[in-house]
């Protein structure tokens, strides 16, 4: 069940918009700026069960995040989904080889990213 | 470093080197494109912003072009027309950082870029300048995909003119995007949306709720008498007493406020509760009053 999710986005804005989109999931919601403070928030809340990652952040960026987080080792069973834009396809493959759950696009409708979620928390 | 020995390898390799250096030496990286010429510093700040492989150089790159602030005015107004739509994105982020209002007929052009992400930045920085010349392009931005409706709601809120009121309202039926709307007409704090804002506390999602609380609490702090000509349902009065046992402050003074003004007879004894609380004993007096009055 998604209880509790990690969002990390350099983006204020980007951060109230996923309030919205989660706000079906009745989730509590962490936020984070960057992958390095994605990586503090982990260790105060390691019960999250997900991550919604951005790719492209000042301090430590997305896929430098997952690096991290595979070398960590205690966080591996936690989904990461990605968010990209058009023109980083390399980055995503890197993400997803890395294990990244899936990934999404911006701009991205509210429907797009329930569909990822609900592959990762059915439902029923 | 003297001016005149400066070269376009020593900066490229200075902002390579960025953020593996200190506060300090950051600023002095800063200082050394501050003191070299502009078509020197701003041609290795474009290649380093459009440095595709490596985020960290044009991570550099931005930073130090907001800190040139005005200076980087015009190169950034140029690139809003570059054709790679991420520098595109990335120059509307740096100049709604920078909120120079000199960017602000650019920015609302680019409202019609055909990237919407583009779009979503401009959007985004027009309501960080918080220019009033943004506020109908903003206004017709509303009617557009949810990606800009988001940045340009919030946008309006942000820049506190009223003629986004009545736009503001015509969306709040709508799904999604009635959230950035309901904290703009929170920060708008216009009487005229009472109504239709107060039909959404007995919504049976919490947090759309909460948030329209929050709008109506913020437009009854300015306008405590509109309260009197509020009709809120048995439900939302419900749903707002038992927000005076809410775990957030914030969602207990918001119920305080409202219920307060909208003089609920039947929140008094949890209001008379309150009033000895040390973080609420204020705002809950205040509401026994009015209701009282």
Not at chain 1, 61 to 66: D, V
Not at chain 2, 169 to 187: C, D, H, R, W, Y
Not at chain 2, 232 to 241: D, E, G, N, P, S
């Amino acid at each position: 069940m998604l209880k509790k999710v990690l969002v990390i986005d350099d983006s204020a804005l980007i951060h109230q918009m996923y309030k919205m989109v989660l706000m079906r999931y009745r989730c509590e919601i962490i936020d984070a700026l960057n992958g390095q403070d994605g990586l503090d928030k982990l260790e105060k809340h390691p019960d999250v069960s997900l991550i919604l990652l951005d790719i492209n952040m000042p301090v430590m960026n997305g896929i430098e995040f997952i690096k991290k987080v595979k070398e960590l080792g205690k966080y591996n069973d936690i989904p990461i989904i990605m968010v990209s834009t058009e023109g980083k396809e390399e980055d995503t493959m890197r993400g997803l080889a890395l294990g990244a759950k899936g990934y999404v696009k911006k701009p991205f409708q509210p429907s797009d990213l329930h569909a990822i979620i609900e592959k990762i928390y059915p439902s029923k | 470093m003297g001016k005149e020995l400066v070269q376009g390898s020593s900066l490229s390799a200075l902002l390579d080197a960025f953020y593996s250096l200190d506060k300090r030496g950051r600023d002095g990286v800063t200082a050394v494109f501050r003191g070299a010429a502009d078509p020197l510093s701003y041609s290795v700040l474009e290649t380093g912003l459009k440095n595709h492989e490596n985020d960290r150089v044009r991570n550099a790159a931005m930073e130090i072009y907001v800190a040139l602030g005005e200076r980087s005015l015009p190169f950034l107004i140029s690139l809003l027309n570059d054709a790679d739509e991420e520098v595109r994105t990335f120059s509307g982020v740096m100049l709604g950082t920078m909120q120079d209002r000199g960017a602000v007929p650019s920015l609302i052009k680019t409202l019609a870029d055909p990237d919407m992400n583009v779009k979503h930045a401009a959007a985004e920085a027009l309501g960080k300048i918080g220019d009033p010349r943004a506020v109908e392009p903003l206004i017709d931005t509303l009617a557009t995909d949810m990606w800009l409706q988001f940045p340009a709601a919030i946008a309006l809120g942000d820049i506190g003119d009223l003629r986004a009121v009545a736009p503001l309202i015509s969306l709040l039926e709508t799904p999604g995007v009635n959230v950035p709307v309901i904290q703009a007409l929170g920060k708008l704090a216009h009487p005229s949306a009472l109504g239709p804002l107060s039909r959404l506390l007995d919504e049976e999602e919490p947090s759309l709720r909460e948030w329209s609380l929050e709008a109506v609490a913020a437009i009854l702090a300015r306008w405590p008498d509109s309260g009197c000509d509020l009709r809120l349902t048995q439900k939302a009065t419900r749903a707002m007493i038992e927000m005076l046992s809410s775990s957030s402050l914030e969602a207990r003074r918001n119920a305080a406020i409202t219920l307060g003004c909208c003089k609920v007879k039947e929140a008094l004894s949890y209001l008379v509760e309150l009033s000895t609380d040390r973080d609420m004993g204020e705002v809950a007096r205040k509401a026994i009053a009015r209701i009282g009055r």
